[in-house]
């Protein structure tokens, strides 16, 4: 079984930076996208970053492209998301998700989500 989970949340100023974990296990993840989502309160959930897992192909939402950077760790089966320059409006629990290519567009796994909070 698929599991995925999120760390390294927290509190920090505008303008800091963190870094998120998602740690992947239960099968090999060749032939997946890994994203990362995020849903503010009241707002639905929004595409952030994906990373194609065998090639190292990115892709980024436009409200994060220059100050957000997704990577993956083939050793430790770990996608990061480092996030630079962060902004109140970046206040979101962040989620991580897999999609199995095989299984179509739509992501299959997601884990429970690492809360981000920006201060201005």
């Known amino acids: 079984q698929v599991q995925l989970e999120e760390s390294g949340g927290g509190l920090v100023q505008a303008g800091g930076s963190l870094r998120l974990s998602c740690a992947a296990s239960g099968r090999t993840f060749g032939g997946f996208v890994m994203g990362w989502f995020r849903q503010a309160p009241g707002k639905e959930r929004e595409f952030v970053a994906r990373i194609i897992w065998s090639s190292g192909n990115t892709y980024y939402a436009d409200s994060v492209k220059g100050r957000f950077t997704i990577s993956r760790d083939n050793a430790k089966n770990t996608v990061y998301l480092q996030m630079n320059s962060l902004k109140p409006e970046d206040t979101a629990v962040y989620y991580c998700?897999?999609?199995?290519?095989?299984?179509?567009?739509?992501?299959?796994?997601w884990g429970q989500g690492t809360q981000v909070t920006v201060s201005s």
């Open positions: 998700a897999a999609n199995n290519l095989l299984n179509g567009p739509d992501y299959d796994y």
